[in-house]
């Protein structure tokens, strides 16, 4: 519990806070001609409106809001926040531009500090995930194959990414399309240019197998369909054609590290249970 000396602007924002200002900003970039898109965990509650009781008995609580937009669009997304009153973080653009080569900018909301992050074109953490063309395919949010595909490039999985994915997929069917579904197609031709993405990726899906069954939150039938959904995803990656770049990248194997490090300061290994 707070003390009462808590002074009312500085009490942490509920998840829905979160959610209703990330689609707030989205509208107003819309508006104004500007593509801006919710990915992360705020992306997958949004994207998960009937699984909201899910998340919350998960105990799976939103702490920022991320979004993806495209480089052209820089100098209207900081406009965009002035307008709103946020504050520019110079020192996080600084930090990912010097470690990892990624344009990137912060903002916080000084009344309920919450804290905004804009990544541009690509998502370069442990793997790359480039959104050419992508971004335009849904709204307010990335398309349900990229909020996935954001989870499963992470190597050292933690049990919030575990949880968003999961309830992803519980709500989401698999098929060949990108609305309101896991796009085969598009998983599949990705993975099979990577190999690197592709173990990552595989990996991890098996990891939701194995750890699903410890989630009571997910009925029998929903974990049957969880895990069909899963098998049919992993069936459809093994069957995609790879690149002559992939087999040769296949022959190495673990032996070489296939993933770029990213700081898990803030991210935490699984074991830690945060």
Known sequence: M??????????PVSSTEFVNEAIKVAELGKAKGIVLRVMGACGIRIHCSNSQH??????????????????????????LF???????ESEVAKFYAHMYGQV??????????RKVDVFFDRLEMCHTINFKNRLEMDFPTLTVSDLLLEKMQIVKINEKDVKDALVLIHEHDVGEEDLETV??????????????????????????????????????????????????????????PKSMKWKIRARIGTSRKWYADVDEVSRGPMARGQ
Request: charged share 30%.
């Open 2 to 11: 707070f003390s009462s000396s808590t002074n009312r602007e500085e009490l």
């Open 54 to 79: 899910i998340l919350d008995s998960l105990g799976r609580m939103i702490t920022d809001i991320d979004f993806m937009s495209y480089n052209k669009f820089q100098d209207k997304i900081h406009q």
């Open 82 to 88: 002035k307008d709103l009153k946020y504050l520019p």
């Open 104 to 113: 990137r900018s912060g903002y916080i909301d000084p009344k309920t500090q």
């Open 183 to 240: 796009n085969l197609k598009y998983v599949s031709r990705l993975l099979a240019e990577d190999w690197g993405f592709y173990y990552t990726t595989t990996t991890n899906l098996k990891k939701l197998k194995t750890l699903l069954p410890q989630y009571d939150v997910f009925g029998n039938d929903s974990k049957s369909s969880i895990n069909h959904r899963i098998d049919k995803m992993l069936e459809c990656i093994e069957e995609q």
